[in-house]
């Protein structure tokens, strides 16, 4: 059985080599040769620096030199990213029957979804780099996320402001902006067989709901979209507890 310190080496590592746009199968390979070796070792008093021969970081960094990297599997992901995060932007105004487009958005959307693609690399090289705690991996992934929403915000809240759109949706067009954003939401869940991309949204959308079939005042929705973010950070913290012991469960039936 390997110690925890050696378990979140190889998360990270996997992590890492993933962001970089590596090879799954290679990784798995890798990721399963260096587990055996690692056990091996450490039955051996080793600790990972030696096993290794040099830093966690170090290995890293001449790992992602050595291997191809995989085109076909970033081409693969980035249409779910881009997709995925339209989605988000889009359903909100389309339940509250405000969808509405102008030229700013038009160019600036993919710019930002660009940039927060970027931001979120950046973010998952150096969790995985350098070794990041869960505790630290939230918090930073946390200040990551908001860096995007605010970008996001500001595009949505700011070319609103700045220039009339050219385009508003009716009734039809809000709903078929809402079915085509949840069909990419169970698409994703489906496809990275995980439900969080289900639901988070459902969380997060509950307000324009509310704001779109009662009539409770913008006040108490307000309150209540407070309310949906911060059990949005509880279930996210739960679901990353529950991940975490049934990591502690596997290591001890290994």
Known sequence: MLTKKSETFLENLRLYLMTSGKNETEIKELTGELRDHLIESE?????IEEIIGCTPEQYMATLKKEMKTDYKSIMKYLPIYFFGAIAYMLMGPAIRNEFALNMIQVIGLPIVILLG????????QKAGKRQYSTKRFFLVGMIAYSIVAVLFLLLLMGSALIVEPFYRGGDFANWTVVVICSCIFIATAIWSKVWFPIWIPAVLFIPDLLFRFSNLKDETILWIQAASFVLLFILIILSMYITEKSKKRKQIMV
């Open 43 to 47: 039955k051996r008093g080793k600790n």
């Open 117 to 124: 693609f970027i931001i979120y690399v950046i973010f998952l």
